[in-house]
C-alpha cells in the first residue's frame, strides 16, 4: 500500500499531495507532523492516509479534492 500527505487549504480549497512508496508509512506520518508543527495557517488541514492508489483516496476523499491537486 502506498501512504499518501495532503496539505489540504479549507479555505481555497487548494491541496497539495505527497507520495510515499510502499512501505512508507513511518517516513509519511513524520513528515505529517513536520508539517503540522510548521503550520502557520488554521484554515491548513494536514492528513495522511494508507491506499492502493492515489485514484482510491481521490475517491474516498474527494473533499480534499474540490480543485486540482498539486502532487509530488
Keep these: 500500500m502506498t501512504s499518501f500527505v495532503i496539505e489540504y487549504n479549507r479555505r481555497t480549497g ?3 499531495v505527497t ?3 510502499e512501505g512508507g508509512n513511518r517516513e509519511a506520518l513524520r513528515h ?3 508539517l503540522e508543527d510548521a503550520r502557520v ?3 491548513v488541514e494536514i ?3 494508507v ?3 492515489l ?3 481521490r475517491r474516498t476523499h474527494s473533499r480534499y479534492f474540490r480543485k ?3 502532487v509530488a
Excluded: W
Design 51 to 53: 491506499s492502493d492508489s
Design 68 to 70: 486540482s491537486a498539486a
Design 14 to 16: 487548494e491541496s497539495h
Design 32 to 34: 505529517r507532523l513536520r
Design 41 to 43: 495557517d488554521p484554515d
Design 55 to 57: 485514484e482510491t483516496v
Design 47 to 49: 492528513v495522511s492516509l
Design 19 to 21: 507520495t510515499f512508496a
